[in-house]
């Protein structure tokens, strides 16, 4: 895992704060916090069913959670729902595409509905073409393309606005490791311009060897995050332990305290919510 600077220092430009969301009787995130900052590839990791959907979810706006706060790059979601997202980029985890279109015709329209000047959107277009080796692939229509490119389709397309936070689900799905060897390079140049990626991902030797810093999400909640020295000393496992064995002994150690991690509901009166009279504070 790469060492981060001095986080004192870092400006946050990702921030969930006590934020809770349930799907009727289960209850998906239990106040969760953390932070991301600009200029790092920020991991966010756990087992299946922690959470890490449902907060990505609510950070781009798909969800609507149902107490806590979000910020994005400053921006309250809730107060400014609009705003914030012109800073983002997102790729889900299960990509739909327009079938109808060409790659080039779909790239053009995601630049133009992200206001891109034209003649930035082709400059733009064949940059990640170039980068997600999908120049060939250019006038053809998405319904012929393979998983793989679709996602790197998809990629490009959170790209063309050159978003200052990128958030991707799951992106190394379907894509071969040539292709997976160009992503990370292309990440980390943008971590050099103090852009920021935000991405969720099972695969935990890619999250050491790419990420910054990480944060374990288990039951709802943010078990530990930092880099992995700091991971390695707070979980006791030992400087040569390695992400993997961080993350099962946390994640196991959590699992003996479940009186503790589980609350059947939030707390009343601590932060706003939604309901079905909107919004409360």
């Known amino acids: 895992m790469q060492k981060t600077s001095d986080e004192t220092a870092r400006t946050t430009i990702v921030e969930l704060a006590d934020v809770w969301k349930a799907y009727d009787e289960t209850q998906a995130l239990q106040g969760l916090d953390l932070e991301a900052y600009k200029g790092e590839i920020f991991g966010l990791i756990g087992p299946n069913g922690a959470g890490k959907t449902t907060a990505i979810k609510i950070i781009v706006g798909l969800l609507k959670m ?160 930092g880099n992995l020295k700091n991971l390695q000393g707070f979980s006791e496992t030992g400087e040569n332990a390695t992400l993997e064995e961080v993350f099962l002994k946390l994640t196991e150690e959590t699992d003996k305290d479940k009186t503790e991690l589980y609350a059947e509901k939030p707390p009343e009166g601590k932060r706003r919510g939604f309901g079905l009279f909107g919004r409360k504070s």
Do not use: W
């Open 66 to 225: 149902d107490r806590g706060i979000v910020k994005i790059d400053g921006y309250d979601i809730i107060e400014k729902p609009y705003e914030y997202k012109r800073t983002i980029g997102y790729v889900p985890e299960a990509v739909t595409l327009p079938d109808y279109l060409t790659v080039e015709e779909f790239l053009a329209y995601a630049g133009k509905i992200r206001n891109v000047p034209n003649e930035q959107i082709e400059e733009r277009m064949d940059h990640y073409l170039r980068i997600f080796d999908l120049e060939e692939k250019k006038k053809a229509l998405i319904l012929f393309l393979s998983r793989g490119m679709r996602q790197k389709a998809a990629m490009a397309s959170a790209l063309i606005h050159d978003p200052d936070l990128l958030i991707l689900d799951e992106p190394f799905i379907g894509i071969d490791p040539s292709g997976q060897h160009r992503i990370k390079e292309m990440l980390n140049e943008r971590t050099r311009k103090d852009k920021t990626v935000f991405v969720s991902t099972h695969m935990l030797d890619t999250a050491e060897r790419m990420c910054n810093r990480v944060a374990i999400i288990h039951r709802g909640r943010n078990v530990a995050s």
